[in-house]
């Protein structure tokens, strides 16, 4: 029986384990060193193994790939780089054949500049209605020479670009959140609210199963575009707006139409827990992800804080909760848990790169992470590599950098290429497996020699190694009725120590103490990140699972 076939069939999304697809760095079928859809559909067969309930695949739409993607110039079609519509259907149905359900993942917030919107914009000038469908303003100041509101991008500079009008004078401003090559839309024109509709239905109707709403909390701005001043959230006039969510109401309706569920998983960088459940209250979003988990330091009290409230506003709303460790946009947790934990959180956390590392003890606290995050009630998100225990590569040389904000940031933030390198498949040296044999190119981003010990195939069938760990883990957590959807009850432990049980028959402990810890009393240990003490005591940085009656 497949996993679409289980008979929890309509709400398979609130136990789900998504696999994050980074295609480009995924697996390269063609050989010109960019993962693509042939490489994907080779290795579907890896994925069905590993256990995982579906695949959430970054961008493949057309772009010119100042964003790796996130700049989109044509929605509903394929970039010819990562292959064809047609294979993208293939994709589907040989990945539904496989029980993998797909998620894509779709960019609401702002196109390319190279979308035909945006030049039909840029061509038509002040005034006209090709303009009204993003948000352009004339500058402030003598000249029109400053933006028109004090917004800035999330490189650091400002928010605003001026355009050369068609008569060649200095015109208006744009707002782009993003990069000036990513304008953002108006959400409150009904031609943009019904062309992106129209986007979830054309592949909807091609048998994708839902998608990852990239930065589903800004498109919404304040009416009249306010300054931010200090710019705290919530009440900032770009994010995290009330207004924002209509806009889910209405895509909801547009998902429920269909008899097969089709999903939705907000990245919403919120302030606070209730600020993102809101995002799923039940006629909106169905899932977003937890990001305070993520920028949780491996400490048990934050760690205990940032599971304790997501479960309390999650339930309030009556949604799973979504938990993940890593995306293509953050530091790779094993170099960040290298680090010792600091109490600050970022949004990246590429402040903790550079510090010290002891990537064994980053490794030990991953494989520990791995258990808790499977563990806990709801769905979580593994980011491809995070199953082969991969490092965030810091050292990759400037020339290579391709991320934009590297350049964004007047070269000072290197950017989030050093989580994106492409896979290791197989020892020998890069390209590790990652592209044919005599590809034309290497990898878009070089793979460090180090990477030789982590490839799939040396980790295969090694019980020692992060990748069995995941796949025991997910091997359990499909056959046990306690994991997945639910709810979970905290044991009495030791201080650093959490310790959990869920119904029937499990508990969880994980030593973030230092010190280290006894086991639950009349439990079984099913799977442990590591070596046990003599005595079944848990040492620290360990986590271990248990089956049996479970008290306290
Ligand atoms: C999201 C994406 C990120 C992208 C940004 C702009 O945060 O995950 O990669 O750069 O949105 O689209």
Redesign the pocket.
Known sequence: MTTLDRPEGATWWRGAVVYQVYLRSFADGDGDGLGDLAGLRARLPYLVALGVDAVWINPWYPSPMV??G?DVSDYRSVDPRYGTLAEAEALLAEAHAAGLRVLLDI?PNHTSDQHPWFRAALAAGPGSPERERYLFRPGRGPGGDEPPNDWTNVAGGAAWTRVTEPDGRPGEWYLHL?MPE?PDVDWTHPEVRADFAKTLGFWFDRGVDGFRI??AHSLAKQEGLPDAGHGATPGHPAWDRDEVHDIYREWRAVADAYPEPRIFVA?AWVDRPERLARYVRPDELHTAFNFFFLTSPWRAPSLRQAIDETLVEHAAVGAPPTWVLSN??TARHRSRYAREPGGERGVNLRHLLGRPADLARGARRARAAALLMLALPGGAYLYQGEELGLPEVEDLPVEVLDDPVWRRSGHTDRGRDGCRVPIPWAPGGPPYGFSPPAAAAPPWLPQPPAWEDLAVAVQDGDPASMLELYRAALRLRRAHPALGDGTLRWLEAPDGVLAFARDPGFACVVNVSGRPAPPPTGTDVLLASGPLGPDGAVPEDTAVWLGGQVGG
């Open positions: 964003d790796a996130y960019v993003f990513q990239d930065v990245e293509h946009d």
